[in-house]
């Protein structure tokens, strides 16, 4: 373990979200708070936030730190962690891999996106990148098998931030027990501007379930 992951102490909760109630919709999350400069501060980019080449492996410059759902309002709801990892690893991974825990509470649904910098819902410029990214890929398995992702590559966006990702793509999948490729389609889109939220998921609970729901992640990359 790192101090990256001092994220999991975040004080994300008690921040008022509009439209973040029971009938939020979680394919479709809402803009996230986050720090906001100063007035009359404009927002400086991180230091050494050059262009970086394909392939881009997420975990060398995204961190697991925007909450949504119920990971936004309680700070137990969503434990990722970085040593406790599937078993065996992908044939030529990279990058860090995952280990997911959400536990439902009054929301029932849960997110996560990989933002850069830590934190950053809009306030700072996000992570340039070589343009010609076809695909985002990564493994994921389920500890029981059957649980629904929708995923998303890009599309935080807050209109009270200046800035925000220029595009974003959604995806489903369906885990098994098996870690398992997947990549979705990116192609085409325009993130010159710099993408905040490289890689993100939300689960949305069965009906009643209280127990924890955990799932695995290796290997996310952006790929031409």
Excluded: H
């Excluded at 394909?54 to 709801?77: E, K």
Aim: hydrophobic fraction near 40%.
């Amino acid at each position: 373990m790192t101090t990256r992951w001092r994220w999991m102490a975040l004080a994300m909760i008690g921040l008022a979200v509009p439209g973040l109630g029971c009938g939020a919709d979680p394919s479709n999350p809402p803009s996230m708070p986050g720090s906001e400069p100063d007035a009359g501060q404009p927002a400086q980019p991180p230091a050494g936030n050059t262009v970086q080449s394909l392939p881009l492996t997420v975990s060398d410059y995204f961190f697991p730190s925007g909450f949504m759902g119920d990971g936004q309002t309680s700070p137990t709801a969503i434990v990722v962690s970085s040593s406790a990892c599937q078993q065996p690893r992908p044939a030529g991974a990279v990058g860090d891999c995952y280990r997911v825990a959400f536990t439902p509470g009054e929301l029932g649904w849960a997110g996560v996106y990989w933002q850069y910098p830590e934190s950053n819902w809009g306030a700072s410029p996000g992570k340039r990148v070589e343009a010609g990214a076809n695909r985002v890929t990564f493994y994921a398995a389920g500890a029981v098998g059957g649980e629904a992702l929708q995923l998303l590559i890009g599309g935080e966006s807050n209109a009270k931030l200046p800035y925000q990702d220029s595009f974003k793509v959604m995806a489903a999948i369906a885990l098994t027990r098996t870690l398992t490729q997947y990549q979705v389609d990116i192609s085409g889109r325009n993130y010159d501007s710099g993408v905040l939220g490289a890689f993100g998921w939300t689960l949305v609970a069965p009906t009643g379930a209280k127990a924890p729901i955990v799932f695995f992640l290796d290997s996310i990359r952006w790929e031409q």
